[in-house]
């Protein structure tokens, strides 16, 4: 059996552990232990005599396909710690799309209003805890709405780090859709261009450790506050040639070029990446497949790209 959530932060083609345990996104690993071992054993095959042996199956499902992963993802230290940080990437994102975000339930509608918010937060996910997998068949509903919650209090914790200190309810509860600068237009683009800064030099760290697909979702959240931000470009094109995704680390170079054509980590690499496409620079519509027998040059291994690029074998 699937399980399949589609509101809150799960809209966002994101699995929210948090609300999979109900308890709040700043829970610590002490009370994430505590009611990981109480879903568990409300769960388990032998906990209860009179249930079906549907709900039993059920229950297992649920055990092993949601509540499980998501402890394992919260207890350990550094797949926690990556969780989190791609959390507090979404807040801000959120934060940039509050104006688009729909909210389905009234409780997050009062939330996204409440005045003192992290007493609101957490006094209704500890409540919704209480009955949260009394009823199975419920389970997934009531998983979306503390996804719902996590996704307001994200939201709004991200125009506090902002310094935007109500837009988000106005958003939410209004027409207004741009957010509120025209009262302080000068510290605004100086923000953003920090979060930019905190994005790159996160991203910078992550490729330094050899983790990708984490430094990916730092610029990708990085370009959308600047698109024409050549450095991001350039890389983020590094990236995708780490990943072996020449053709994407070839757009993604060009873009760097034509925003700054003495970009030195594009002049550098794009050349190599037209050579390892077989392709020259001014020539993008080359096939190349039928060149490898069929297969995409980006996966071949050959090593005189990459081993050169990211300190492969030395000849």
Not at 64 to 83: F, H, I, Q, T
Not at 99 to 107: F, G, I, K, R, Y
Not at 255 to 263: C, Q, T, V, W
Request: proline share 5%.
């Amino acid at each position: 059996m699937s399980f399949k959530i589609d509101r809150g932060l799960f809209k966002y083609d994101f699995i929210d552990h948090h609300a999979i345990l109900c308890i709040p996104i700043d829970a610590d690993v002490k009370d994430i232990r505590k009611r990981y071992l109480k879903i568990a054993r409300r769960l388990h095959p032998d906990s209860s005599v009179t249930a079906s042996a549907a709900e039993k199956q059920l229950a297992n499902e649920l055990l092993s396909k949601l509540v499980n992963p998501a402890y394992e993802k919260l207890s350990g230290e550094a797949a926690r710690a990556e969780y989190i940080l791609i959390l507090s990437q979404m807040g801000r994102r959120l934060l940039q799309e509050s104006a688009s975000v729909e909210l389905n339930t009234d409780l997050a509608k009062q939330l996204a209003g409440a005045p003192n918010i992290d007493h609101f937060y957490k006094s209704a996910i500890a409540k919704i805890a209480q009955t949260q997998y009394d009823s199975l068949q419920q389970v997934l509903q009531v998983i979306a709405q503390v996804s719902e919650l996590n996704l307001v209090y994200l939201m709004r914790n991200g125009g506090k780090s902002s310094a935007a200190p109500l837009p988000t309810q106005t958003k939410i509860n209004s027409d207004t859709s741009k957010p509120n600068t025209a009262s302080t237009p000068a510290p605004a683009p100086a923000k953003e261009d920090s979060v930019v800064e905190q994005y790159v030099r996160r991203a910078q760290t992550l490729i330094d450790k050899n983790q990708f697909a984490q430094a990916k979702v730092e610029l990708q959240d990085a370009l959308k506050l600047e698109p024409k931000n050549s450095h991001c470009h350039s890389l983020i094109a590094l990236v995708y040639l780490k990943q072996n995704q020449l053709k994407m680390a070839k757009i993604h170079f060009d873009n760097a070029l034509k925003l700054d054509p003495n970009d030195q980590i594009a002049l550098q690499w794009k050349p190599k990446i037209d050579k390892a496409l077989g392709q020259q620079p001014s020539n993008p519509k080359v096939t190349t497949p039928a060149d490898n027998g069929g297969k995409q040059p980006d996966k071949s291994g050959s090593g005189g790209l990459f081993g050169g690029l990211f300190g492969g074998k030395k000849k």
